[in-house]
């Protein structure tokens, strides 16, 4: 049986690719060539012409005019496709490389590819149906040519209009902040409440884990896209087996270095080192189905590739902090996934890395923090954004990371920034933050305080 995470990686994979969408339109142009075939055989030609708007001229028109229809498309489709590799081009040079999956995988453009190929792959078998000896003129197959030619005219301006809005920087914005919220919602299902918010230690580990445990190996090299935790855990309890995880989806795994622990070690085996490698879905980039942070990047990169002196787009820049704001916000209100997975007997079995709201907030802040130390906007932005952050953090340690950032803009801003007005702002931002973090965390007894 095919594992949840390789569909979701293999998916993701023809999901952002150029060939998927396209081939099932042509497909479905195959089964309406050979349908309407089928009916013009069926139908008299005098049930046929008698119906308005529906061709009626002879086989060499027809021939013509299909001709026309095909030799258009091909055109266009040239056209389109270099038309969508100059958008690549420009997005890989303003955003980022990382980026253009989102480009590749948008549905429109697949789609607009897709349907001018299929209206030529259309026109050239109703093309080899029409017997000119015969005098066989397929009249719906050439009507519904002659449509798909008209359609594909508002196609065509449809697409340019969508390619030049793709690679506005809001778009793009919108479009990362779109999956990093999705990402969140996936990972993150649950609100939080008055339980811990971080993944509370596993107190039934083995006492001798260290001296009784072994190493799997892994079997290749690349990053971790996904971990099939399910998989695990009946493996785990198939052989009677802890496993303790050396890394998280998002992480490189150089081939050779362990994968996990498992213990104890007598259980281990060629075979089990085998099926857990199974279980880990390693490919040659990094995917945003199960990496928090990685969706957190895409923001990041756009925001440091604004902040670059080659582009000095500051706005851009801004908009990005204030779609991580947003997002970190979003997942203030979320309980983070615990780290230790049981079987159905309660027995411990899998223990993962953590996602940590503190790691979601250094990977959304440091780099931004880093290159933007004489920019007093997005200086004060991200304390503007801390402060939207703050609102919804209830308990002691996402305090104490929302505190620790603002800690660390104040000092850079106070060592970069020459104008004392500039100071000042900062410093007064940083001052209301701290009055928004003063109110009382959630209390581990069971009650929340608003």
Not at 36 to 58: C, H, M, N, Q, S
Not at 106 to 124: K, M, R
Not at 180 to 201: F, G, R, W
Request: charged residues 20%; hydrophobic residues 45%; contains cysteine.
């Amino acid at each position: 049986m095919l594992q949840r995470s390789r569909l979701q990686a293999f998916w993701y994979k023809v999901d952002s690719s150029f060939w998927f969408r396209p081939t099932l339109m042509v497909l479905a142009a195959i089964a309406l060539a050979v349908t309407t075939l089928a009916l013009d055989d069926f139908l008299e030609d005098k049930v046929l012409t008698r119906i308005p708007l529906i061709y009626g001229g002879g086989p060499e028109a027809a021939q013509t005019i299909l001709s026309t229809i095909g030799s258009s498309m091909v055109n266009v489709v040239s056209v389109t496709f270099s038309i969508t590799i100059v958008a690549l081009s420009l997005a890989s040079t303003q955003f980022g490389p990382r980026l253009l999956n989102n480009f590749m995988r948008d549905e429109s453009n697949q789609y607009v590819l897709g349907f001018f190929v299929a209206t030529f792959i259309y026109c050239l078998l109703i093309i080899r149906a029409i017997r000119v000896d015969e005098i066989f003129i397929p009249h719906l197959s050439v009507t519904i040519g002659i449509i798909l030619a008209i359609t594909a005219f508002f196609v065509l301006i449809y697409f340019i209009h969508h390619i030049a809005s793709s690679i506005k920087a809001e778009t793009l914005v919108h479009i990362v902040d779109k999956e990093l919220v999705k990402t969140i919602e996936q990972l993150c299902p649950k609100p939080i409440d008055a339980s811990t918010e971080e993944p509370e230690p596993v107190t039934d580990l083995p006492e001798d884990f260290e001296e009784n445990s072994a190493v799997a190996p892994a079997l290749e090299h690349g990053y971790l896209q996904a971990l099939e935790i399910d998989g695990l855990v009946r493996l785990a309890k198939e052989k009677d087996l802890i496993f303790v995880l050396a890394y998280k989806p998002g992480e490189y795994i150089v081939q050779g270095t362990p994968l996990l622990r498992a213990w104890p070690r007598t259980s281990l085996n060629h075979d089990v080192v085998k099926n857990v490698n199974d279980q880990f879905v390693i490919g040659s980039m990094r995917t945003p189905f199960q990496d928090l942070e990685y969706a957190i990047h895409q923001l990041v990169e756009i925001a440091l590739r604004a902040l670059s002196p080659g582009i000095n787009d500051t706005f851009t820049a801004l908009g990005c902090i204030d779609r991580l704001g947003s997002a970190l916000a979003l997942l203030a209100r979320r309980r983070m996934p615990h780290i230790a997975h049981r079987d159905d007997s309660s027995r411990l079995r899998v223990i993962t890395h953590a996602n940590t709201f503190a790691g979601a907030m250094n990977a959304a802040f440091n780099a931004i923090r880093q290159n933007s130390a004489h920019n007093a906007a997005v200086t004060i932005r991200m304390l503007e954004v801390l402060q939207a952050v703050a609102v919804f953090v209830r308990t002691s340690e996402r305090k104490e990371s929302v505190r620790r950032h603002a800690d660390m803009i104040l000092r850079a801003a106070e060592r970069n920034l020459p104008e004392d007005d500039d100071r000042a702002d900062v410093r007064r931002r940083y001052d209301e933050l701290l009055q928004m973090l003063k109110r009382p965390s959630i209390k581990k007894s069971g009650s929340v305080d608003a």
